[in-house]
Structures are given as C-alpha cells and as structure tokens.
C-alpha cells in the first residue's frame, strides 16, 4: 500500500511538531510547513534528515503550492498565546481566515481530509460550565482577544461550509490549555511564564486575584486526542482537554513547589477579557473517540519542567523569542 501524505501548517510550531513526530512514527510522508513567525526550527530539526519528512518555509496566507497528493492535513498554523496575538493582531486575523481559506482550497483540490484546530476560546468568557460543545460562547468580537476569538470561530464557520456546500471531509478540534516540552518560554503563557521565572530566581506573576481557573492537558494525551478525531469519521467540534480544573493562584504555588524555588508570588493587573473559569466538558471525546487524558498533572508538570531546564541560560534571558520584528510593518 501507499504511504499516506499529510501536510502539516505550523509544523514548526509547539503542537506542530509534535504532530510532526507523530505522524512521522506513524509511517507517514509529512509535508511540513511554517513561516516560522511564533514557530523555531529547533522543534523539528531532528527530523530533517529523514526522507519522509520535507519542509517549506511558507506563508499560508498566501497561495499554497504542494506537488503530489495529499491524504491529509493539519491546520495548526496561528499564534496561539495572549502575547502574541495582542503583538501581531492582523496576521493573527489573516492566518485564522485568509490562510484557512487557502487551506481548505487545498484540502478540495487534492481531495484530502483536513482537521483543522479550534479553541477553547471560542467559548470566550463562557457563561457555562463546564463549556459543552453545544455552548455557543460568550466572546467579545473588539477586545483585545477578539482577534484570535473571532478567527478561529470564522475559521469553524468556513470549514464547516466547505463540509456543507463541497462534501469535504472536515474535523475540528477545540483545544483547552495545552502545555509541555517545546512551549516558548516567553510566550506569555501561564507555565512557560512561571517555571521560567522560577529558573531565573524571579517572583511568579499571578494575574488578578489569581481566582481565574484554568484545565491543563499534557502534550502527549491532546496529540492522541488529534490523531483519534483526524482517523474517525465526526465533522462536528469535539472538545480535547484535561478536565482537571485549577486557579491559577493553586497553579503558582504547584510550580514554587515543583521547582523548589522558595519564590514569592507578586499580583499584577487582570488582562482584559481574561476568561474566569475554563473546563472542557469531554463527554463527546469519551463516546465518540474513546479518548480520556492519561497523564496527571504532577507527572506532566515533573517532564515540562526537566524540559526547561535543560535549556541554556542564553534562551533562558532571552526575553525576545521570536521573530515578530521582520513581520510588523512600522
Ligand atoms: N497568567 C498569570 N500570570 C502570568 C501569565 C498568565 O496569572 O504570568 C494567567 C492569565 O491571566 C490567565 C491564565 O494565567 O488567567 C492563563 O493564561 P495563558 O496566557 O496561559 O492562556 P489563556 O488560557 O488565558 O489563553
């Protein structure tokens, strides 16, 4: 039988290469694909020697070439954290709508499945918990978060058109806080952020009262979550996450603990239309893919954290990781 083909968008990125990974010890020929934005090649250079695995430094907002068939893809191309997307508002807007569309264009044309990633963010400040499927959100469209929100609910909207109207095979994804090994340490998200201030011997930021909640699944179980739902026939928003629900006050004091720093915990100004409570409500995944997350908190955190460590003292200080600069217009 044929190798199957899959192209990944944003393979450079956190989730992308270790879909890279994945797919690769599935026996797969990857199309790997990134403009390397918020993405690092360090994530994936391993794999540059092996002949399944081709990569193009490309920007998906603009027109997608790939020669060959293709049986599938993986659209994970996007900023993902706060920071980011507050820094590169626009190209946040372009890669959730401009780049899907070209995406799905793709998909059509070469007659492959496309599993495209959603958020929990749909769900905005979410007025019901834990968030269902079923929950349509509460999302403010021109706040600052509005441009990530309102993409990736466009981004839902047109593929589900393009499942509608064209018959394309479509899944979608709606992933909750997702952390482990190849996170950027400066991404502005809440784990990187507190185990990098605990490595550097500074207080951790807890943001507001600290009273916000948040579910955070470990790398390895969402990447089974996306490999399940990519394989099933479901075209419907399934919810991938650990319903293990904490404050993020709780989550400092795990970290101190973890990291045996001995850090105080500092409280800085709420970001704007923050959500305050997360969880996602997996029923779907449970049923319908028979998944459930595997890895609790504690072993997940124990791997994150050997992870960060290892880094060098240089990516450790290195308050600018990523390559905004070249991409914002002045
Ligand atoms: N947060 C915090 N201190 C930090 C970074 C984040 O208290 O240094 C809080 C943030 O306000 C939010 C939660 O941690 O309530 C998770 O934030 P993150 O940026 O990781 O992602 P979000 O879930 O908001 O998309």
Known sequence: ?????ILITGAAGFLGSHLCDRFIKEGFDVVAMDNLITGRLTNIEHLFPLKEFTFYNHDITKFIHVAGPLDYILHFASPASPIDYLKIPIQTLKVGSLGTHNVLGLAKSKNA????????????????HPQTEEYWGNVNPIGPRGVYDEAKRFQEAITMAYH????????????????????????????PAFIGQALRGEDLTVFGKGNQTRSFCYVDDLIQGIYLLLMSDYAYPVNIGNPDEITILQFAEEIIKLTGANQKIIYEDLPVDDPMQRQP???KARSILGWEPKVDRAEGLKITYQYFQSLSKEELYNKEHNNFDQFISK
Do not use: C, Q, W
């Open 1 to 5: 039988m044929a190798k199957k083909r």
């Open 113 to 128: 499945r496309i599993l495209v990633a959603s958020t929990s963010e749909v769900y905005g400040d979410p007025t019901v």
């Open 164 to 191: 509608r109207y064209h018959g394309l095979e479509t899944r979608i994804i709606r992933i909750f806080n997702t952390y482990g090994p190849r996170m950027r340490l400066n991404d502005g998200r809440v784990l």
């Open 281 to 283: 409500d997996i029923t």
